[in-house]
T-cell receptor
Framework: EPEVTQTPSHQVTQMGQEVILRCVPI?????FYWYRQILGQKVEFLVS????????KSEIFDDQFSVERPDGSNFTLKIRSTKLEDSAMYFC?????????????FGPGTRLTVL | AQKVTQAQTEISVVEKEDVTLDCVYE???????LFWYKQPPSGELVFLIR??????QNEISGRYSWNFQKSTSSFNFTITASQVVDSAVYFC???????????????FGKGTLLTVNP
C-alpha cells in the first residue's frame, strides 16, 4: 500500500513559536493535502497542493500557515506563530489517481501540542 | 457547500453482533465520491473504501459491506460479526469539485466511535 511518513510524530512547542511539520512521500506524487484533527473532533481540510502550488485552502489556513515543497520531495506545513488552539493532530495525505477524484492515503500524523 | 452527517456519536456492541454505521451527505455536485476511513486508538487514518456517485452497486469486502443509496443520500457501512479489533472511530467523507474541476478535498463527518466488547 502507498506510504506517507510524517515527522516528528509529536511536537511540543511554546505559544508564539514557529513549527514545521514534514511529510515525506515514498515516491513522487502530484497531489498533497494537509488536514488537522483537534482532539475528539472531526478531521478538517487545511490545504491542497498540486504540482507544487496551492490549489485550495480552507478558512482555517490563514496567514499563519504556509506550505511548500522545498526540495521536490518533502512537503512541509509551517505555522509561524503557534496559538493554543493550534494544538491538534496534523495529517498529511497524498492523492492516488490521475483524475479529479482520487483516494487519499494519510500519513500517521503529527501531534502538535502548544503550551 | 458539502456536508456529511454521522448521527451516531457512539455505538457499543458485543462481539459477533452485526453493526451498521450511518452516513448521510449533502452536495450539489452531480459527480462526487464517498469514502470511509477507520481511525483506531493509535490515531492513524486507514482508508477503507471509495464509492463513485454514478455507481450505486453495493460492495462487500470480507466482513465489511457498504450500502450506497443516492435517493436518500446515504452511504452506510455494515460490519458483520464484529470483532474487538473493529473498535475504532469510523469517518465517512465526501469529495466534491469546484468550478475549476480541481477540488479534491475531503469533507469529513464527525465520526462514530464503535466499541466492540468481548
Amino acid at each position: 500500500e502507498p506510504e506517507v511518513t510524517q515527522t516528528p510524530s509529536h511536537q511540543v512547542t511554546q505559544m508564539g513559536q514557529e513549527v514545521i511539520l514534514r511529510c515525506v512521500p515514498i515516491s513522487n506524487h502530484l497531489y498533497f493535502y494537509w488536514y488537522r484533527q483537534i482532539l475528539g473532533q472531526k478531521v478538517e481540510f487545511l490545504v491542497s497542493f498540486y504540482n507544487n502550488e496551492i490549489s485550495e485552502k480552507s478558512e482555517i489556513f490563514d496567514d499563519q500557515f504556509s506550505v511548500e515543497r522545498p526540495d521536490g520531495s518533502n512537503f512541509t506545513l509551517k505555522i509561524r506563530s503557534t496559538k493554543l488552539e493550534d494544538s491538534a493532530m496534523y495529517f498529511c495525505a497524498r492523492g492516488v489517481g490521475t483524475n479529479s477524484y482520487n483516494e487519499q492515503f494519510f500519513g500517521p500524523g503529527t501531534r502538535l501540542t502548544v503550551l | 457547500a458539502q456536508k456529511v452527517t454521522q448521527a451516531q456519536t457512539e455505538i457499543s456492541v458485543v462481539e459477533k453482533e452485526d453493526v451498521t454505521l450511518d452516513c448521510v451527505y449533502e452536495t450539489r455536485d452531480t459527480t462526487y465520491y464517498l469514502f470511509w476511513y477507520k481511525q483506531p486508538p493509535s490515531g492513524e487514518l486507514v482508508f477503507l473504501i471509495r464509492r463513485n456517485s454514478f455507481d450505486e452497486q453495493n460492495e462487500i469486502s470480507g466482513r465489511y459491506s457498504w450500502n450506497f443509496q443516492k435517493s436518500t443520500s446515504s452511504f452506510n457501512f455494515t460490519i458483520t460479526a464484529s470483532q474487538v479489533v473493529d473498535s475504532a472511530v469510523y469517518f465517512c467523507a465526501l469529495s466534491g469539485v469546484n468550478s475549476g474541476g480541481s477540488n479534491y478535498k475531503l469533507t469529513f463527518g464527525k465520526g462514530t466511535l464503535l466499541t466492540v466488547n468481548p
